[in-house]
């Protein structure tokens, strides 16, 4: 599998496998919060010299593009966001030609999130990425509703079940199934997920929320609502994790409001194997290497001299 021996930040030193990818440490970018590609262009090869993960998410690929939804599309909170960005991407075809070269050029592996309005469509995709060597594994993003059932696939188990089965046979690649808060029982969905073939889960997505605007009182968002993300999910995020590892044994990718080492290393004594920053790489686009570096001086406090251990 691929090695990502040369990611992330001077410091971390937490060699972490997941589904038999080799990771210089745990930190890794929840999906559409950070574009490599525009980064890059912004703060030039330094960045990919110190890429601040040890592994790439890209945001969520559909079959056709999407402009995404109409202004505005954040909202910001006392901490944190809620975000109607409504997935904008170039599609399939155009995901293929502009970025995956761009993306495959990472010094680190390259995880591709999919989602589609059926199940037919989400199969189209994984099939696309499952002959792609550039790729290392597949997030499915179920937070979208099933055009042929009116349900939002990952909100009932049956449904994501059916979803993970129709796919698993199309693909060797580990396949992450990343889980919407937006559901009665999510850990009733995370076990629907693993029986029906799933490599691994990430949680949480975004919190259906919304914000009226103070001078008309009408929806602010241009989607009317959106995704909250960010510190104010933190606490939602620490206990679904802890209850989703109690349920499952395969391993979690965890998120939801991390901003500093600590958080990480709360989610990862929740059950998790890697944490992914999100929102907080909008603030500071370095935030993934801190974070990886502040977690490795809570884990490994002999790592470096005079480092402190946790308080
Ligand atoms: C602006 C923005 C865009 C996002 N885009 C996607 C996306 O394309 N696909 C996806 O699966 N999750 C997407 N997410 C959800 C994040 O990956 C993550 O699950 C969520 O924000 C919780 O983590 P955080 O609190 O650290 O941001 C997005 C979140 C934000 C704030």
């Not at 990611?7 to 999906?31: D, K, Q």
């Not at 995956?100 to 309005?117: H, K, R, S, T």
């Not at 199940?119 to 290392?136: G, K, M, Y």
């Not at 391993?251 to 409001?257: E, K, N, R």
């Amino acid at each position: 599998m691929t090695s990502a021996a040369a990611s992330g930040s001077a410091t971390a030193a937490l060699p972490t496998r997941f589904c038999g990818i080799e990771l210089a440490h745990p930190i890794v970018n929840g999906s559409g919060t950070f574009d490599a590609i525009a980064a890059q262009r912004a703060f030039g090869p330094a960045l990919v010299e110190q890429f601040p993960f040890a592994a790439f998410v890209s945001k969520t690929v559909t079959l056709a593009p999407r402009e995404g939804n109409p202004p505005p599309r954040l909202w910001e909170l006392p901490a944190g966001l809620i975000n109607s960005i409504g997935l904008p991407n170039k599609g399939l075809a155009g995901y293929l030609t502009h970025d995956l070269p761009e993306l495959a050029a990472l010094p680190v592996p390259l995880i591709v999130n999919v989602m589609g309005f059926t199940r037919d469509e989400v199969a189209e995709l994984v099939s696309a990425f499952a002959e792609r060597d550039e790729v290392a594994a597949l997030e499915l993003n179920v937070s979208c509703p099933n055009v042929e059932t009116g349900l939002i696939m990952g909100a009932d188990p049956a449904e994501t079940a059916l979803l993970v089965e129709r796919v698993r046979p199309l693909t060797d690649k580990p396949l992450i199934v990343k889980l919407t808060p937006n559901a009665t029982d999510p850990g009733a969905v995370a076990v629907a997920a693993e029986a029906a073939g799933a490599d691994a889960l990430s949680l949480i997505n975004t919190i259906r929320g919304m914000a009226l605007d103070p001078r008309t009182h009408e929806p602010w968002l241009g989607g009317t609502t959106g995704g909250v993300s960010g510190a104010t999910v933190r606490a939602v995020a620490l206990a679904q994790v802890y209850d989703v590892a109690g349920r499952v044994s395969i391993p979690l990718v965890a998120m939801g409001g991390v901003q500093r080492g600590r958080d990480a290393d709360d989610l990862l004594r929740a059950g998790a194997t890697l944490v992914a920053v999100g929102t907080e790489s909008f603030r500071d686009p370095l935030a993934g290497a801190r974070v990886a570096d502040e977690l490795t001086r809570i884990r490994r406090p002999d790592a470096r001299p005079g480092a402190r251990a946790r308080g």
